[in-house]
């Protein structure tokens, strides 16, 4: 939400969120992410999400959005695995 109150990327038209999967399940999450993405009417979701190529065990997407201040945001997701027990994402 804050992407879309403008607390985060003020006047920018692109931002970034990552999303660490801690069961290492990014399928799973992804699905996840996309329902609660669609459900979620205050978001202002214009497009997406559109799934982009992976790079290396990250899983990748975009969705757009009109902010209340009727300014667009593109924000592009990544879903990072992580294995239980490793100081760093898989």
Not at 1 to 19: D, P
Not at 55 to 68: D, E, K, P, V
């Amino acid at each position: 939400m804050r992407f879309m109150t403008e607390q985060y990327a003020e006047a920018l038209s692109v931002g970034c969120m990552l999303g660490y999967v801690m069961d290492s399940d990014c399928t799973f999450a992804s699905t996840q992410v996309e329902a609660a993405i669609k459900a979620h009417a205050p978001l202002g979701l214009t497009a997406g999400p559109t799934w982009t190529p992976a790079i290396a065990n990250f899983t990748r997407f975009m969705t757009a959005h009109t902010r209340a201040s009727k300014v667009a945001i593109e924000l592009r997701h990544a879903l990072l695995p992580f294995a239980r027990g490793a100081r760093t994402p898989v």
